[in-house]
T-cell receptor
């Protein structure tokens, strides 16, 4: 069965510091992989996605993520965090069969301190 | 271009009362999803529509939940009767194709007292 693990419930970083949010997945095959961001009271916005090809993918707002098949991981990174990045971040996996049902992790809440 | 529109944004009801949520997807998006997001959790799929057809409703508690998308455009999710455990945010999303990017609405936050 598929599952997504985000081991960090809450992370606090200083503005300007680097960020890495962890995501591990369990899936029968290589899935599609996604990172979404959710600001308070808002819906989810897609940051980036991995389907195939280059394992380092670039997203919006300066985020990137690296797919590591051997580790079943898809960690999200940003070299310098801005105060506006404070939000909840969700990793998700989807099937390659064409049915776009996403399975989400439990999320990591990011706090940015000045 | 307008995004996915949901209403109401907030709803407070007493248990055993009915409640309904409405979703208007992005124009031209054939696939529509309803997700439930419990506090501190990620969203979980309730039902997925391809046009008017519900193609995946395996996670929908059918004893009290129902959904419809009669004309293949907007959709309604109903709970009757509501229970305390139904308190959550109900998210609607749409995509242009079954493999396309999901666009989410802002959600409808339900509180059952």
């Amino acid at each position: 069965a598929q599952s997504v693990t985000q081991p960090d419930i809450h992370i606090t970083v200083s503005e300007g510091a680097s960020l890495e949010l962890r995501c591990n997945y369990s899936y029968g095959a290589t899935p599609y992989l996604f990172w979404y961001v959710q600001s308070p009271g808002q819906g989810l916005q897609l940051l980036l996605k991995y389907f195939s090809g280059d394992t380092l993918v670039q997203g919006i707002k300066g985020f990137e993520a690296e797919f590591k098949r051997s580790q079943s991981s898809f960690n999200l990174r940003k070299p310098s965090v801005h105060w506006s990045d404070a939000a909840e971040y969700f990793c998700a996996v989807g099937a390659r069969t064409g049915a776009n049902n996403l399975f989400f992790g439990t999320g990591t809440r990011l706090t940015v301190i000045p | 271009e307008a995004g996915v529109v949901q209403s109401p944004r907030y709803k407070i009801i007493e248990k055993k009362q009915p409640v309904a949520f409405w979703c208007n997807p992005i124009s031209g998006h054939n696939t529509l999803y309803w997700y439930r997001q419990n506090l501190g959790q990620g969203p979980e799929l309730l039902i997925r529509y391809e046009n008017e057809e519900a193609v995946d409703d395996s996670q929908l508690p059918k004893d009290r939940f129902s959904a419809e998308r009669l004309k293949g455009v907007d959709s309604t999710l109903k709970i009757q009767p509501a229970e305390l455990g139904d308190s959550a945010v109900y998210l609607c999303a749409s995509s242009a194709t079954i493999a396309g990017e999901l666009f989410f609405g802002e959600g409808s936050r339900l509180t059952v007292l």
